[in-house]
Nanobody
């Protein structure tokens, strides 16, 4: 699976962005997907995940109610809709694919970046105050 993230940009606080992650490879629909982010000087942080079937979705607490993850298996795409953006959301955002197909898993599983072995190149999100 190869991943290409896009949709980042500069937005004022309170604004919105929609990130997209396009995947190549027929196995996309069998794998859970996640979004992570990394702010300058900080480690990589889990943002959201969606299982292969779309039945299990998880968010980190700081984005609940503001971010929505979705997937379109026919289009080999996963999206992250972000609203009410805050300056602390500023980071490079990465999409990633689960290392194993057909995984269910708990929040602990999906929030661990060691469980993803396919990563996109990242897209910059900058939120100005």
């Amino acid at each position: 699976v190869q991943l290409q993230a896009s949709g980042g940009g500069l937005v004022q606080a309170g604004g919105s962005l929609r990130l997209s992650c396009a995947a190549s490879g027929r196995a996309f629909s069998n794998h859970g997907m996640g979004w992570f982010r990394q702010a300058p000087g900080k480690g990589r942080e889990f943002v959201a995940s969606i299982s292969w079937s779309g039945s299990r979705i998880y968010y980190t607490d700081s984005v609940k109610g503001r971010f929505t993850i979705s997937r379109d298996n026919a289009a080999n795409t996963v999206r992250l809709q972000m609203i009410s953006l805050k300056p602390e959301d500023t980071a490079v955002y990465y999409c990633a694919a689960d290392r194993s197909p057909y995984t269910s898993g708990s929040y602990a599983y999906w929030s661990d970046d060691n469980n993803y072995n396919y990563w996109g190149q990242g897209t910059q999100v900058t939120v100005s105050s």
